[in-house]
């Protein structure tokens, strides 16, 4: 049985007769008549009493009138759907997004990616790199903006790569300088990141590699908060440039890092190798290549 005869069967019902679904479907007559016994012939039963110029349903007719009519209305809507994927009228997008620098750089995109898909239902997640390169993996997430990953197992967008800078007290001897390097900052307390964070084992290995172990002063994953313990004298802060410049305040102040220049807040999407992107995760790597890259 196959949906071509169904519909046949169907519209010769509800035009009539052989000829009115013909000029329906815009096939030949004879093809009609083929289809339609092609159809009693799969189903072994008479579905028409062909007696004279009249048709009638016979009782299997009925049923499978009953039954085509919903299948054909199920494939309709089946191709409806698959549509409206197509154009983005629908689905869903699970997608994790840094808790450092998310107001800075993600509010605006977040915003347009809704102004443009207003059916899409967003599913989000914020975290730190190690929290959000777990949920991709798992599947939690389908898309996930992270320190781009070094281990395997994943393909990435890259998206932004930013300087750290230093948020400093006022009253920290270097606050006046134009730049420093980190090593200047060895007799200081660092003000770290959740454990979550990638950017705590970037930065301790930094520090090592001139000689030194930081003084931890305190742990969060709130830049403001981070940058309120900044001003109350508890420490340095090292900051993504494009986040740093948004939490100068009374009592702080910000400082170029000029060494080690690799030292960097590398953010790229991540997604499973191999793995299927819907389209709305396409259409939201889509939207983030249009937008520059923050200076």
């Known amino acids: 049985m196959e949906f071509k005869q169904l ?16 000029q329906t479907l815009h ?12 159809l009693e012939h799969d189903l072994g039963m008479a579905l028409l009493d062909r ?17 085509g009519e919903a299948m054909l209305r199920l494939r309709q ?3 409806n759907e698959l549509d409206d994927l197509g154009q983005l009228a629908r689905g869903e997008l699970r997608l994790g997004l840094p808790l450092l620098g998310s107001d800075a750089l993600f509010a605006g995109l977040f915003a347009e990616y809704r102004r443009r898909y207003p059916n899409i239902t967003v599913q989000l997640l914020e975290g730190g790199s190690l929290n959000v390169e777990h949920a991709v993996r798992s599947g939690e997430l389908e898309l996930g903006g992270s320190l781009t990953p ?17 948020l400093l007290p006022v009253a920290h001897p270097l606050a006046t300088a134009g730049s420093i390097n980190l090593g200047q900052l060895a007799d200081t307390p660092f003000l770290l990141y959740q454990r979550s964070f990638v950017l705590n084992d970037r930065l301790l290995a930094a520090c090592q590699a001139y000689g030194f172990t930081p003084k931890e002063g305190g742990r969060s994953g709130q830049a403001d908060f981070l940058a309120a313990l900044v001003a109350a004298g508890q ?8 986040v ?28 499973r190798q191999g793995a299927y992107l819907s389209r709305a995760a396409q259409a939201w790597l889509a939207l983030l290549r249009e937008r520059p890259q923050p200076l």
């Not at 007696?51 to 039954?67: C, F």
């Not at 070094?150 to 300087?163: A, D, I, V």
């Open 27 to 38: 096939i030949s007559q004879s093809a009609v008549s083929k289809q339609v016994a092609q």
């Open 244 to 271: 740093a410049r948004g939490l100068e305040r009374p009592g702080v102040v910000r400082v170029t890092l000029s060494e080690p220049s690799n030292l960097r807040w590398d953010i790229a999407f991540i997604w």
């Open 150 to 166: 070094t281990t395997p197992g994943f393909e990435c967008q890259p998206f932004c790569n930013e300087p750290l800078d230093a």
């Open 77 to 79: 809507e089946l191709h």
């Open 7 to 22: 519909r046949s069967f169907v519209e010769v019902v509800h035009r009539g007769g052989f000829t009115q679904a013909a």
């Open 51 to 67: 007696h004279g110029s009249q048709l009638h349903l016979t009782d299997a007719g009925k049923i499978v009138l009953a039954r």
């Open 235 to 242: 420490g340095v802060v090292l900051l993504p440039r494009v």
